[in-house]
């Protein structure tokens, strides 16, 4: 674990670049950095240690996603036709034909 020192240099993801830069140390909390400054834009945000945040766009598909889970009934994908019953029986016509 390294010792972090405030003005030190660590990677993390920029919240208004929207890639990973390099930060400066602004504050330090038991001995992890606790806010950072983009040395790209100069925009102050928490540490999330390089973890990209899920876009809006897949927080909105998963909740549609668990919406239509939850309406479906388990119990009736599971009533398929029987593979043992019997066959259709032909037509009663002349045999032979």
């Given at each position: 674990?390294p ?16 890639r ?18 983009c040395r ?20 909105k ?5 668990n919406?239509?889970l939850s309406?479906?009934?388990p119990s009736a994908?599971s009533e398929?036709?029987e593979?043992s ?7 009663t ?5």
């Amino acid at each position: 674990m390294p010792d972090y020192r405030l003005g030190d240099d660590v990677d993390d993801f920029c919240v208004k670049c929207k890639r990973i830069t390099n930060h400066a140390i602004v504050s330090l909390l038991e001995a992890e950095p606790a806010k950072v400054r983009c040395r790209t834009c100069y925009n102050d945000h928490d540490f999330r240690r390089c973890e990209v945040p899920p876009s809006k766009k897949d927080l909105k598909k998963q909740a549609l996603f668990n919406e239509v889970l939850s309406t479906v009934n388990p119990s009736a994908g599971s009533e398929a036709p029987e593979a043992s019953e019997k066959p259709k029986e032909k037509g009663t016509g002349e045999p032979g034909r």
